[in-house]
């Protein structure tokens, strides 16, 4: 079973990230994370076919995050994709779906990722990662301890810097 | 001067050991050219012609005379013993190995220095007015604002991969010394009515293969939302920028395409969204901020000088370097003083380690330590007793510095060009030496006047050639360095692009046709308050064009009709 990176944990991913293409009948066979162009023409189909199952949706960096909110309570996981190494549109997705529509569940991000993005990602409000092949997930977790702070707002930290020093006194 | 505190000083600290890993990574070959290539560019680090060259930024242009000297030691001990400071408020180092950078990184963060994000598609250093704080004009201090605004940019988990680099600039004057209607987002801070401090906001600007002046898309942004507002830009061009093609992948051409007008709604779309969240801003925060920076113990000093007039209406060099080099105060009793780095048969912007050090005693010795570096590439020692002038002058003189042309033709921009970048296509600096050869007659100059001359290797426009009143661009043909010569551009509040005027011409025309500008330019003015520019825009580049390639039915004459396609 292929890993992934949960929770700052290296752990067994037992989800089938579906293609572009796929059907509705490959997502029967459950636990699948499903293209948002599936989900969107075939959605009845595909609530019928987990039945009480789980399912999960995936969107590339110029879907827009809004389309599936009325739906956000249905996933188990949504997941967007980087296509291209350095495709920053999937940090303001993050965002977007924690932030704005109030998505609880898993955020995961993959594709051309590497292990020096992790930190920002999580920021954005994603907590599981796919990297590419060539990282060694175990050494890839130091990348989570790489700053010990920052300025802005994130996933984990709703308050400013600025905001946090005022509270503690500095 | 912007003092880190703790947190600030443990972020650059762990970017260096950040990047030192990555480093290592690459060099060991885990980490991919390409990959390895956007990381070290958000470090400062790209390839050049000669090898990687390292730009370290200087936010907002503010330097402490102990960073100066740092940088000189970084010069002599990893570089060939000279910098280059840049349009953009930064320095830049032609000759770092590689696998000296972390160390090069680390000697920085000594002195609360680093070179995160002065190049990759990020945000940039924010850049701004080389007298903010010390204009009498001014109406908004800047300084802090570009501060809170360098913390917001740094290290921000959303915007660290956008379509493009990302350039800011901040201005508190109603004359815009800070070229922010060229940026892709210019913030003028100003006063609304109830004297409350506010932004007016453009984005789009930007040089480069299109350039474009900024449109406002907000007038009055109360200083509290000057964060959630940027995020909201930001957000908008993260989503929304065009990532399929380099050369649209600016800002500007995403504003451009929308129009100002849809652009401006999307913005206050998402805004509505963001305003009165954690990140709005409180004063507080604007006071903890004001309070880090270091303030100059100035003395009550009298308005004027007598000794200092006198000299003035005796000494013509000095009067000359005065009325120049020497800007007003506004503090009474003090001036500030450009250092010129634009000496003939140098690079303009380059210094050595040697001058840099003597640079760093004399901001001890007459400016509280303290200097700006600006955008057209000199040096601002910004708090000058005007007792001290005198003194100062003489010791920029023996330093080659006290060059009396700031304003002039022969305070010319110019990017490092073919000389050391990669990118270019002609060498620029030989062609300002050759221009400042020419015009290099004081009196001459000042009769010319105020004039801005810029001029860019290549269509990347790193020596703003648009936004000079006359601009010079390298341009190729056919392997053969050639020039593109436009006129009325201007930047400020009136900010213009120029229009090429023809065909290119060779190295050894460009003096020449100059020459024949500026002999048209005294020919048509009316009196010596008209400027070049002014002049431009009064009778149009027709005559200009006509100077310089003579009557149309002579234009096919000679070999430069063939050269058309080139300059089109
Ligand atoms: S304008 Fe072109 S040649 Fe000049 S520094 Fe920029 S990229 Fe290099």
């Given at each position: 079973m292929a890993k992934l990176i949960r929770n700052r944990k290296v752990v067994e991913d037992s989800w089938r990230l579906l293609p572009p293409d796929a059907t509705v009948e490959q997502a029967a066979e459950g636990d699948s994370i499903v293209p948002l162009s599936l989900w969107k023409s075939s959605r009845e189909a595909l609530i019928a076919a987990a039945g009480s199952g789980r399912l999960g949706v995936w969107l590339d960096g110029?879907?827009?995050?809004?389309?599936?909110v009325a739906d956000?309570?249905?996933?188990?996981i949504v997941a967007v994709r980087a296509a291209k190494f350095g495709d920053g549109r999937i940090n303001s997705s993050g965002r977007l779906l924690r932030e704005r529509y109030g998505y609880k569940g898993e955020l995961r991000a993959f594709g051309e990722l590497l292990r020096d993005q992790l930190l920002m990602l999580e920021r954005c409000g994603f907590d599981a990662f796919v990297l590419r092949d060539s990282e060694n997930l175990e050494d890839a977790l130091a990348a989570f301890g790489e700053f010990s702070d920052q300025y802005q707002v994130s996933a984990q930290e709703p308050q400013p810097l600025f905001r946090r020093r005022l509270a503690a006194g500095r | 001067m912007y003092q880190y505190d703790p947190i600030d000083q443990n972020l650059v600290d762990e970017r260096v050991h950040q990047f030192r890993g990555q480093t290592s990574r690459y060099l060991a070959g885990t980490l991919g050219e390409d990959e390895f290539r956007q990381l070290r560019l958000r470090n400062g680090l790209y390839v050049q012609r000669h090898a990687p060259m390292l730009r370290v930024a200087i936010p907002y242009g503010m330097l402490a005379s102990r960073q100066l000297r740092q940088l000189a030691l970084i010069a002599r001990r990893w570089d060939r013993g000279y910098g280059h400071f840049t349009t953009r408020q930064n320095i830049q180092f032609n000759w770092i190995a590689l696998k000296d950078a972390p160390d090069v990184l680390a000697s920085l963060a000594e002195v609360q220095m680093h070179a995160i994000q002065t190049s990759g598609n990020c945000v940039r250093n924010i850049t701004s007015d080389p007298?903010?704080?010390?204009?009498?004009?001014?109406?908004?201090?800047p300084l802090v604002w570009c501060e809170i605004l360098r913390q917001w940019s740094t290290f921000h988990p959303e915007f660290n991969w956008l379509p493009r680099k990302f350039k800011i600039a901040v201005s508190?004057?109603?004359?815009?010394?800070?070229?922010?209607?060229?940026?892709d987002i210019g913030i003028a801070a100003v006063r609304n009515g109830a004297g409350e401090t506010g932004f007016r906001v453009a984005v789009g600007g930007g040089l480069g293969r299109t350039p474009l002046v900024g449109h406002v898309i907000r007038e009055f942004l109360p200083w509290q939302h000057l964060l959630t507002y940027m995020d909201a830009i930001l957000r908008v061009y993260n989503l929304h920028g065009r990532r399929d093609n380099l050369y649209k992948a600016r800002i500007k051409i995403l504003v451009k395409e929308l129009g100002p007008e849809v652009f401006a709604r999307d913005v206050e779309a998402e805004w509505a969204h963001l305003r009165d969240g954690p990140a709005t801003l409180i004063q507080e925060e604007v006071d903890r901020v004001g309070a880090r920076f270091t303030q100059p113990a100035y003395e009550t000093l009298a308005a004027t000088m007598p000794e200092i007039e006198a000299l003035i209406a005796s000494d013509k060099g000095f009067a000359a370097w005065c009325r120049r080099n020497v800007h007003p105060h506004r503090v009474a009793g003090y001036a500030a003083v450009t250092l010129s780095l634009k000496k003939t048969g140098v690079p303009p912007g380059d210094a050595t380690a040697d001058e840099m050090d003597r640079i760093a005693a004399l901001a001890d010795r007459f400016s509280f330590g303290e200097m700006r570096i600006t955008h057209e590439q000199n040096i601002v020692l910004a708090d000058v007793r005007r007792r001290d002038l005198k003194a100062l002058w003489d010791e920029a003189k023996a330093l080659g510095m006290a060059t009396p042309n700031v304003g002039l033709l022969t305070n010319i921009i110019c990017c490092p060009g073919g000389d050391f970048c990669a990118l270019a296509n002609a060498r620029s600096i030989p062609v300002a030496e050759a221009i400042q050869r020419r015009f290099d007659d004081l009196d001459y100059l000042l009769d010319i006047g105020e004039i801005d001359l810029n001029i860019s290797?290549?269509?990347?426009?790193c020596g703003h050639h648009h936004v000079g009143h006359i601009g010079v661009l390298g341009v190729d043909k056919q392997g053969e360095e050639f020039y593109q010569v436009q006129v009325g551009g201007a930047q400020g509040t009136a900010a213009s692009i120029g229009k090429v005027l023809g065909p290119a011409f060779s190295q050894e025309e460009i003096p020449d046709v100059v020459q024949q500008l500026i002999d048209l330019y005294i020919e048509q003015r009316d009196s010596d308050a008209e400027r070049f520019i002014d002049v431009v825009r009064r009778i149009g580049i027709e005559p200009f064009k006509e100077r310089v390639y003579g009557k149309a039915d002579k234009k096919s004459q000679g070999g430069r009709g063939q050269l058309e396609t080139a300059a089109s």
């Open positions: 110029a879907d827009e995050p809004g389309d599936i956000l309570d249905r996933f188990t | 007298f903010a704080g010390i204009a009498p004009d001014e109406v908004v201090d508190g004057s109603p004359e815009d010394r800070a070229a922010i209607l060229v940026h290797g290549c269509i990347n426009a």
